[in-house]
């Protein structure tokens, strides 16, 4: 078993309260586990309205599948939410 965790750091620039940042994130958090079969969750940052750090988590019996499916759930953010920027992500496999 190998489980792998994908961690994104964002900033949502235009997100003026809370309210406003969870209209953002929570569409992208809920398109990850339905394209991806992903669990998700915000991690971090959750004061922040500017900023948020996501977490995605995948379990299978293939590192290299884990990598590729959370490099793809990365691609998708960057296509589908362009004023969404990605600061830094990381993703940890064990």
């Known amino acids: 078993m190998v489980?792998?965790?994908l961690t994104l750091h964002l900033m949502?620039?235009?997100c003026?309260?809370?309210k406003?940042?969870?209209g953002q994130i929570k569409p992208i958090l809920a398109r990850?586990?339905?394209?991806?079969?992903l669990s998700t969750a915000e991690?971090?940052?959750?004061d922040d309205?500017?900023?948020s750090v996501l977490a995605c988590a995948i379990i299978s019996t293939d590192k290299q599948h884990n990598q590729q499916v959370l490099q793809q759930a990365v691609d998708y953010v960057t296509r589908h939410w362009p004023e969404v920027?990605?600061?830094q992500h990381s993703v940890e496999t064990w």
């Open 43 to 46: 991690v971090g940052h959750q």
């Open 85 to 87: 920027e990605i600061l």
């Open 20 to 22: 406003e940042k969870r």
């Open 3 to 5: 489980v792998s965790i």
């Open 12 to 14: 949502l620039p235009g």
């Open 16 to 18: 003026l309260s809370l």
């Open 32 to 37: 990850l586990r339905r394209e991806f079969n």
């Open 49 to 51: 309205w500017r900023e």
